[in-house]
């Protein structure tokens, strides 16, 4: 999923506001007077923006708000690529999105077994796939509409397309299918369509794609096939 988008995306929304939000505090540290503060003079603030000059240094372990403390942590262990800072992180969302953020960085699946929280353990799983175009990360996601999204967008950027049949609703299957033949362009890929209008409307497809009017011939559903001979009939006479 960037995240997976659906009921259960609300959570990431969720947290992904509160590191948002410490972000843009930290973009403007300034003094009770009103004076911008050099950078270590920390000491001299007071409250939220004294934390906020500390999520600026990275100093997470001396801010008071525990939110913005855990938010300041993820981003230290993003940026150090030190996985073990993760443990730090006390909410149990905002850690799991800290393991998945690593474990992406570190490609490194085994960081995803560690996850506890459930989303973000399929959201960890759903971008190794992804990210390596390996389809072995996908049966690990518990989610099943994620897990069928994890197979399709492997076969699609892969051209693999057996990894379709694991998509169980029959429409998404066929769509898949079809957008691997369009992009390899061979129209025998078409017969793993199961609506049989749908193969033909997918073998019509790649005929134009690659002018090869011979094509015509294999497609079955009659109005289908005569508007494909029609189609280069009036290419030949436009030309």
């Not at 009921?7 to 590191?19: E, P, S």
């Not at 001299?44 to 939110?67: P, V």
């Not at 289908?224 to 009939?233: L, N, V």
Request: hydrophobic share 35%; charged share 25%; net charge negative.
């Amino acid at each position: 999923k960037s995240c997976f988008c659906s009921g259960r995306g609300m959570r990431a929304i969720m947290v992904a506001a509160v590191l948002l939000l410490g972000v843009i505090l930290t973009s403007c540290t300034t003094s009770p007077t009103g004076a911008v503060v050099a950078s270590g003079d920390c000491t001299q603030l007071e409250d939220a923006a004294r934390d906020n000059c500390y999520f600026e240094a990275k100093q997470c372990s001396k801010m008071e708000n525990a939110r913005f403390r855990d938010s300041c942590v993820v981003e230290l262990a993003k940026a150090t690529g030190n996985y073990s800072i993760c443990s730090i992180v006390q909410v149990a969302d905002t850690k799991g999105y800290c393991q998945e953020q690593l474990a992406i960085q570190l490609h490194n699946q085994s960081i995803c077994e560690e996850i506890m929280n459930r989303y973000w353990a399929d959201n960890c799983q759903y971008h190794l796939a992804v990210q390596s175009n390996d389809e072995a990360f996908c049966p690990r996601i518990k989610d099943e509409e994620q897990r069928e999204m994890c197979f399709k967008d492997v076969a699609v950027a892969g051209q693999k397309v057996e990894l379709c049949t694991f998509i169980e609703d029959s429409v998404a299957r066929d769509r898949c299918v079809f957008k691997i033949a369009l992009d390899t362009e061979e129209v025998v890929t078409c017969d793993r369509i199961g609506d049989g209008i749908g193969r033909d409307a997918c073998r019509f497809k790649i005929t134009k794609v690659t002018g090869n009017k011979a094509l015509c011939d294999t497609i079955k559903t009659r109005i289908i096939r005569e508007d494909c001979r029609t189609f280069f009939k009036s290419g030949v006479e436009e030309s």
